[in-house]
């Protein structure tokens, strides 16, 4: 349920055409919320039917130009309620961690790769994060808006953190059991 409201918020961030849309989701949403560029321009269409969102008016006529969406006033008291109502977390649902307990069962040879390889992938995303934080938000930039989608970055780099400690114990583990080995 939370892809139209990922696109609500982008949306009532400003106003997008589906293109300009997926291009924002590739560089900031995606990273804790990701969609194909189909999904999004289906639930494009779906909120548009549901009267939350609106293509804009265009100076031209529409045939073969890109649609500009803006968010109505239906479509924020949806993303408001939304934002207020309660849900629980979401169980975790990580093949790697699903991986670590089956070599328990057949081995865990060749494992080690396969951690190095993540940790590597954690340690890239990490510094992305702490690149995206260093450029686009300076101490002075303290607006109530900045303020959280900050908070949301600083999630995502707690998130790495934890991967990269958590690989670099199981590594650690997977050298001891194995003796050297991995």
Avoid: C
């Avoid at 849309?21 to 289906?42: E, M, N, V």
């Amino acid at each position: 349920m939370s892809l139209p409201h990922a696109i609500l918020t982008a949306l009532a961030e400003k106003p997008s055409s589906g293109l300009e849309l997926t291009r924002r989701f590739d560089k900031s949403i995606g990273y804790f919320w990701s969609a194909t560029h189909q999904q999004i321009y289906r639930e494009l269409g779906r909120l548009e039917e549901k009267g939350l969102i609106r293509a804009l008016p265009s100076a031209r006529p529409t045939r073969g130009q890109k649609k500009e969406y803006e968010v109505l006033p239906a479509g924020r008291a949806e993303l408001t309620a939304w934002v207020t109502d309660t849900e629980d977390p979401k169980p975790v649902r990580d093949a790697l961690l699903l991986r670590v307990r089956a070599a328990g069962v057949v081995g865990a040879e060749d494992l080690g790769a396969e951690l190095r390889r993540h940790l590597a992938l954690h340690r890239e995303q990490l510094a992305e994060y702490e690149a995206i934080e260093k450029r686009d938000f300076p101490p002075e930039r303290n607006a109530e808006q900045d303020r959280l989608r900050r908070l949301v970055l600083r999630g995502g780099i707690g998130l790495e953190s934890f991967w990269i400690s958590w690989l670099d114990e199981a590594l650690a583990e997977l050298e001891e059991i194995d003796g050297g080995r991995a």
